[in-house]
C-alpha cells in the first residue's frame, strides 16, 4: 500500500468519525439551552435586587418539611399572602413546575414531588415591591 493510499484512508476515517459525532450530539436532548434565553437575561439586575430586598430583612419565608408535603411559612412582619413557588429538580426538568398564587402555610402534597434536589424560587409582594427568596431543598 503505497502513502497516498495511507493518507486517503486516514482522512475518510476522521471525516466519517466528525460526521458521527455530530450525529450523536444532535440527537441528544439537551436542557442548557432556552428559548427565552435573552428576556431571562434581561431580568437579571430585577431579580437581583428583589433578592437583595429579601435578604435585606433575613429571608422571611421558611420552609416546614412534614410527612404528608411541604409548606411556606412567613416568620417576619412583613405582609405576605401570596407567593409564586417555582420548583425545578436537578437533572431532571419535566419534574419542574409552577405554583401561581399559592398561600402560605397551605401543605404541598408530596405525592407532587420527585426525589431529588430541589432549587425552589419563591416570588412574592410586599409594598408592590417584588421579592425573590431562593432556597434549596432535598426530598430523600
Known sequence: MKFRNGIIIAMITFVAFIVTLALVI??????LISE????????????????????????????????HGISFVNQSDLSIT??????????NGKADFT??????????????????????????EVNKLPYLQVVTWQYK
Open 82 to 91: 401570596f407567593i409564586e413557588a417555582t420548583f425545578q429538580l436537578m437533572n
Open 99 to 124: 405554583l401561581k398564587n399559592h398561600p402560605l402555610n397551605v401543605l404541598i402534597s408530596k405525592d407532587k414531588l420527585a426525589k431529588g434536589i430541589y432549587q425552589i424560587q419563591l416570588r412574592y
Open 26 to 31: 444532535n440527537s441528544k436532548d439537551t436542557e
Open 36 to 67: 427565552d434565553y435573552y428576556i431571562q437575561e434581561k431580568s437579571f439586575n430585577q431579580d437581583y435586587e428583589a433578592q437583595q430586598r429579601s435578604e435585606n430583612h433575613h429571608n422571611p419565608i421558611k420552609l416546614i418539611e412534614s410527612e
